[in-house]
């Protein structure tokens, strides 16, 4: 039997490429919407205990089932201890074959080095931006002269915390942080 596993990370992203790829060649098709580092991987851990020896798992894409070079190789071992083939369709890769195996070792391993890849280049990049003085993140609710202004407030004794920041709209907490950043 052939079962195959499909997911995508979020909501927005679509199984379509995957499910119309895969329905045709699979007996049973299984899909998931989470990221693959998800502690837990509900539909993916069912798709592993149904697998009996001699049938194949079937992915679209090495990175649609595992979450690094590792576990990739950890689990097509697991796998092959099972006596379950595993096929990835865009790559035309069947471990059930050598050449198949070998492939899978050598696409495991780059596909780990370009996902390192990309966060490096991301950390390096937000890095540059911050040298640069490019604010990161969520633009502030509260701009410097509302600060100002509820702290001279508070420092008068006009309001207390609480009614300082619902007259300006936000909770009390973020006021706190806006007055302890503005204080540094």
Same mark, same amino acid.
């Given at each position: 039997?052939?079962?195959?596993? &499909?997911?995508?990370?979020? $909501?927005?992203?679509?199984?379509?490429?995957? !499910?119309?790829? &895969?329905?045709?060649?699979?007996?049973?098709?299984?899909?998931? *919407?989470?990221?693959?580092?998800?502690? /837990?991987? %509900?539909?993916?851990? /069912?798709?592993?205990?149904?697998?009996? %020896?001699?049938?194949?798992?079937?992915?679209?894409?090495?990175?649609?089932?595992? *979450?690094? =070079?590792?576990?990739? @190789?950890?689990?097509?071992?697991?796998?092959?201890?099972?006596?379950?083939? !595993?096929?990835?369709?865009?790559?035309?890769?069947?471990?059930?074959? %050598?050449?198949?195996?070998?492939?899978?070792?050598?696409?495991?391993?780059?596909?780990?080095? $370009? #996902?390192?890849?990309?966060?490096? *280049? =991301? /950390?390096?990049?937000?890095?540059?931006?911050? /040298? #640069?003085?490019?604010? &990161?993140?969520?633009?502030? @609710?509260?701009?410097? #002269?509302? @600060?100002?202004?509820? *702290?001279?407030?508070?420092?008068?004794?006009?309001?207390?915390?609480?009614?300082?920041?619902?007259? &300006?709209?936000?909770?009390?907490? =973020?006021?706190?942080?806006?007055?302890?950043?503005? $204080? =540094?």
């Amino acid at each position: 039997m052939k079962i195959a596993y &499909l997911r995508v990370s979020t $909501e927005e992203q679509n199984l379509h490429r995957q !499910f119309d790829a &895969l329905s045709d060649v699979c007996d049973q098709v299984y899909c998931e *919407r989470l990221s693959a580092v998800a502690t /837990k991987r %509900p539909v993916f851990d /069912k798709v592993m205990n149904l697998l009996k %020896p001699g049938d194949t798992l079937v992915v679209w894409d090495l990175d649609r089932a595992f *979450r690094s =070079t590792v576990d990739a @190789i950890l689990q097509a071992d697991y796998l092959r201890e099972r006596g379950i083939n !595993f096929e990835i369709v865009s790559l035309k890769v069947n471990t059930a074959e %050598p050449a198949g195996e070998f492939a899978y070792s050598v696409m495991a391993a780059a596909a780990q080095y $370009e #996902r390192r890849m990309i966060s490096k *280049r =991301t /950390k390096e990049g937000l890095e540059a931006a911050r /040298k #640069r003085g490019v604010r &990161l993140g969520r633009k502030p @609710i509260l701009s410097e #002269r509302q @600060i100002k202004l509820a *702290r001279d407030n508070l420092e008068r004794g006009k309001h207390t915390i609480t009614e300082q920041a619902a007259k &300006l709209g936000v909770h009390a907490r =973020t006021l706190t942080r806006a007055l302890a950043s503005l $204080e =540094t």
